[in-house]
């Protein structure tokens, strides 16, 4: 079965610093991987997504994945944090690109301190 | 871009009573839609699939005959909590995929939170 880990419930970084959050998957098949934004009491937005090809993956507001097969990891970063930033990142898993059925890790909740 | 629009944002109802949650796409047609939900502090859990003009499919563990899925046409889903209880007091959020234009991206709605007093 398939499955997505975010090991970080919580983060907090300083406005201007670097972030990363983790994603580690279980999947059977190809994975098609996804980073999806929560801003408190809104839906999804879609950050970026994986399936084939460079596996340096860049996506809107400055955020960038790298897929690692042999790590089963999907990890987003970004170079320096916004305050706007702050909100819940979860990483999702699903059987195709458009991503339907999605599996999502538990998210992270980031914090930016000023 | 594409938009997904959910209906109502917040609703509030009385244990015992039926609720029912919107879900469109405003510019563009969806065949399929599905619907996820999410408790506070945890992440969204899909709950089925909607397709247009047939029944939806549920995943394991969810009622069938408790969340009643009707995806009527092909801009509109319609989720309805039948016999609302407090426990089932949660966000619902839903996502559709474009039709016919070989997009290959899935839009979320805004989410609905629901309160069962």
């Known amino acids: 079965a398939q499955s997505v880990t975010q090991p970080d419930i919580h983060i907090t970084v300083s406005e201007g610093a670097s972030l990363e959050l983790r994603c580690n998957y279980s999947?059977?098949?190809?994975?098609?991987l996804f980073w999806y934004v929560q801003s408190p009491g809104q839906g999804l937005q879609l950050l970026l997504k994986?399936?084939?090809?460079?596996?340096l993956v860049q996506g809107i507001k400055g955020f960038e994945a790298e897929f690692k097969r042999s790590q089963s990891s999907f990890n987003l970063r970004k170079p320096s944090v916004h305050w706007s930033d702050a909100a819940e990142y979860f990483c999702?898993?699903?059987?195709?690109?458009?991503?339907?059925?999605?599996?999502f890790g538990g998210g992270t909740r980031v914090l930016v301190k000023p | 871009g594409a938009v997904v629009s959910q209906h109502p944002s917040w609703v509030i109802c009385k244990s015992g009573t039926s609720v029912k949650i919107e879900c469109r796409s405003l510019d563009f047609q969806a065949t399929t839609m599905f619907w996820y939900r999410q408790f506070p502090k945890q992440s969204l859990m899909l709950m089925a699939t909607s397709n247009e003009g047939s029944k939806a499919t549920y995943e394991q563990g969810v009622e069938k005959d408790k969340f009643l899925i009707n995806h009527a046409s092909l801009t509109l889903s319609t989720l309805t909590v039948t016999s609302a209880h407090p426990e089932d007091s949660s966000f619902y959020i839903c996502s559709a995929r474009e039709f016919g234009s070989g997009g290959n991206t899935i839009y979320f709605g805004e989410g609905s939170w629901l309160t069962v007093v």
């Open positions: 999702a898993v699903g059987p195709s690109a458009a991503g339907n059925k999605l599996t």
């Open positions: 999947y059977g098949a190809t994975p098609y």
């Open positions: 994986y399936f084939s090809g460079d596996t």
